[in-house]
């Protein structure tokens, strides 16, 4: 037998037998990836025993060594790059009164204590190196006593291949991962490294910076976001996986909160959200204020087949006369009513195809119209349509105040009563004077001035046919008196006969 001096000088007391058995774990991983062998066992024996194997080359004693891995260090997906780790899960599992046996055909390995070579005051824990007991034996065994089952599982959940994560998207740099519970894992080469309590995803980062080998320390554990953000940010910036980024996007919505994920606040990520949601769905971004101030278009897309994102101002800005990855232009309030006018058709309908009634409804217009005053100069024409069609609209528009050519259009439609004409009239005329669209403040300011003036007009009116009825009331009957005229009576003379 000989003995093999770990020569272990740093003890480390916040290591539990989980953090040894990780180290094991991850030896074993990185020995069947690097040999394309089967998978690794993890095994409870009928003797109480448990049994990490692999299938590998197998261990040695110049593993017990502390030193650079070369093959390690050049290999693109190992979990392990130092020969730290093996030696500190041995002291770790001394500490903690773990018996260890490793088998391989290299040899049978246990530790103990000895003195130190030259130093026979000086105790240290050694491996001590026998023969092996079958030299025809595949990969490494460690057959470990006295560890209890629920660090065996701790262990196992540091890793991704025993986690039962589920991959949402793959690119170059890593892996979007569907979180669980309250918190993101981050891993590394399929090793937990932290936990995040504000993402909205976990990650499995398989290409390392050189920041990230800086900061992967002894313990692999608590590694700092600065050391992984950079990743986590390409790889989102690579993902193009439509459920994911709708995920994100939707998640702006909660920025007003407070609750928005840590991936959010990176604009650059937000950014190439939108523009990938933009470019897959029918959406409107627009800001809470923009939303508040235009409550119009916010009431109106119920009837469209648009749905509406809110995102923050910053952001807002950010993507204004950017284009989505189909060279499409982002779709906010602006270019949205710009759809909306580029795809308004309809078609004017000649006078002489009007019934008589419609005719006679049509010709109130002017009066109707001067019961608020002169007509404004901005204001060059009436038509009447056939319809009012929006591409998208599933509702049927009864008018419209075209401020860009001076014009309302009036759908033939409401010619069916002269109180649903001269509703609709005065209605886009009040758009035309305020310049304010639907659900809005100035709009309503000037349709309360419409109805002040229209109420005053008729209690005038009314005023009048009182006093005419009271100097009369001694000469005529009350059968006459019931034809006297009435406010109904006033809006027959105001707007001349209309025949029904």
């Not at 490793?102 to 070579?117: E, N, P, V």
């Not at 953000?229 to 909660?254: A, D, G, W, Y």
């Not at 006679?360 to 005053?373: T, V």
């Not at 309360?448 to 006093?467: A, E, F, P």
Request: proline share 2%.
């Amino acid at each position: 037998m000989k003995k093999f001096d770990l020569n272990i000088e740093q003890v480390l007391e916040n290591w539990e037998v989980y953090h040894a058995l990780r180290e094991i774990i991850a030896n074993a991983l990185d020995e069947q990836t690097i040999t394309q062998t089967e998978e690794i066992q993890i095994k409870l024996g009928s003797d109480g025993k448990w049994r990490i194997r692999d299938f590998g080359r197998g261990l040695q004693y110049i593993h017990f060594t502390q030193n650079e891995n070369q093959e390690k260090l050049s290999h693109p997906n190992l979990i392990g790059r130092f020969g730290v780790g093996l030696k500190d899960a041995m002291a770790t599992f001394d500490r903690h009164g773990i018996g260890v046996e490793i088998l391989s055909k290299h040899g049978r390995f246990t530790l103990g204590k000895s003195t130190k070579h030259a130093f026979e005051d000086v105790m240290t824990l050694h491996a001590y190196i026998e023969e092996p007991l079958n030299p025809r034996f595949e990969g490494t065994e460690f057959i470990l006593t006295n560890v209890p089952k629920d660090e065996v599982q701790k262990a196992k959940q540091l890793f991704l291949v025993f986690s039962n994560e589920e991959t949402l998207s793959a690119v170059q740099y890593g892996e979007i991962l569907k979180r669980r519970g309250e918190t993101s894992n981050i891993y590394i080469n399929g090793v937990k490294v932290a936990e995040e309590e504000n993402f909205l995803f976990s990650y499995n980062i398989t290409s390392l910076t050189k920041a990230m080998k800086k900061e992967l320390n002894r313990e692999r554990t608590n590694v700092g976001r600065t050391a992984y953000s950079t990743r986590v940010k390409q790889i989102l910036l690579e993902n193009q996986e439509p459920h994911t980024t709708k995920m994100l996007v939707e998640s702006l919505n909660r920025f007003t909160a407070g609750e928005m994920p840590v991936e959010l606040s990176w604009k650059d990520v937000a950014i190439h959200s939108c523009k990938i949601l933009n470019a897959r769905e029918d959406v409107i971004f627009m800001t809470s204020s923009e939303a508040m101030h235009h409550s119009s278009i916010v009431d109106d897309v119920s009837g469209y087949e648009y749905r509406i994102v809110t995102i923050p101002d910053n952001l807002s800005s950010a993507l204004a006369n950017t284009k989505d990855v189909t060279g499409n232009p982002i779709r906010d309030i602006r270019t949205f009513v710009e759809e909306m006018r580029e795809n308004l058709t309809y078609e004017v309908v000649p006078l002489e195809m009007l019934s008589e009634e419609e005719r006679s409804i049509w010709n109130m217009k002017e009066h109707i119209l001067g019961l608020i005053g002169n007509m404004p100069t901005y204001v060059t024409d009436v038509k009447l349509v056939d319809s009012i069609n929006f591409a998208f609209d599933r509702n049927e528009t009864l008018g419209l105040w075209q401020g860009d050519s001076g014009t309302i259009l009036i759908a033939r439609s409401q010619l069916s009563s002269l109180e649903a004409f001269a509703g609709t009239l005065l209605h886009e005329r009040a758009h035309a004077n305020s310049g304010r669209p639907d659900v809005d403040r100035g709009f309503e300011f000037e349709l309360t001035d419409y109805i002040g003036k229209l109420t005053s007009m008729l209690l005038q009116q009314k005023s009048v046919d009182h006093n005419q009825i009271e100097l009369s009331v001694t000469s005529t009957s009350s059968k006459e008196l019931e034809r006297k005229p009435s406010s109904t009576g006033f809006f027959k003379r105001l707007f001349g006969s209309v025949k029904r």
